[in-house]
């Protein structure tokens, strides 16, 4: 996702920069590169010039550590302050929650409260959401966030398969990966790799069907891997 300031984003009055202020400032950045969310997130609250970029750098700490109580209270001290999320915020408090394996959460977060604001989830969105529910072993929410993904025209990346593909093998069901990797290959003509390849290879080993195994194993020029 690009970086670039979306034109949603209601910047709040500028600060005016004070010596006291000035100071302030470099101790919660301190605060922040540091990683102390929760003393960053305290002198927060006391600072009255607050500003986007203020949220916006601790909300990327929450996402990066999966901290799912201060992404959450945060983002209503910005509502309670009157202040408009970016969408790139948005996506950091959903990021936040699905690091803090909290996938459930996340899906009703982007649902409801991106709306709201009158955001449209990009790929990210639906691939940091795809990766979470994997990760925990759930293959049906994959499936029909890449459905949703794929009505809202959108267009899948390898990290949508990936994902996808991930749940799959961690549940060792080869049949259903090895049709997503033909819909990857085929109809979206994105390339598969060796880590993709042995992943769908182990799920095959792992369910003890050798002559599926084999086979699979010599069709991975067909695939594109030598």
């Given at each position: 996702t690009s970086e670039s300031v979306p034109k949603q984003e209601i910047a709040s009055t500028k600060p005016t920069k004070t010596p006291n202020f ?75 929650f699905c690091k803090g394996k909290q996938p459930e959460k996340a899906y009703e977060f982007m649902i409801n409260e991106f709306k709201k604001f ?62 997503y990797l033909e819909k990857m290959v085929l109809e979206y003509e994105i390339p598969a790799n060796t880590h993709v390849l042995n992943s769908i ?26």
């Amino acid at each position: 996702t690009s970086e670039s300031v979306p034109k949603q984003e209601i910047a709040s009055t500028k600060p005016t920069k004070t010596p006291n202020f000035i100071r302030v400032i470099k101790s919660f950045n301190a605060l922040v590169q540091s990683g102390s969310i929760k003393s960053a997130t305290e002198l927060l609250e006391e600072i009255e010039q607050q500003d986007t970029t203020m949220y916006k750098s601790l909300l990327k700490l929450c996402a990066r550590k999966g901290d799912i109580i201060h992404a959450d209270k945060l983002f209503k001290m910005m509502l309670s302050n009157n202040m408009k999320p970016s969408f790139f915020i948005m996506c950091h408090i959903l990021e936040a929650f699905c690091k803090g394996k909290q996938p459930e959460k996340a899906y009703e977060f982007m649902i409801n409260e991106f709306k709201k604001f009158d955001f449209t989830p990009d790929v990210y969105c639906y691939n940091i959401l795809i990766n979470s529910y994997s990760k925990n072993k759930n293959t049906k929410m994959p499936l029909k966030l890449f459905e949703s993904l794929v009505e809202s025209n959108l267009k899948p990346d390898s990290h949508t398969f990936n994902s996808i593909l991930q749940g799959f093998v961690a549940n060792g069901d080869s049949e259903n990966a090895l049709k997503y990797l033909e819909k990857m290959v085929l109809e979206y003509e994105i390339p598969a790799n060796t880590h993709v390849l042995n992943s769908i290879l182990q799920a095959h080993c792992n369910n003890n069907d050798a002559d599926k195994a084999e086979q699979f194993f010599n069709n991975y020029k067909s695939w594109g891997v030598e």
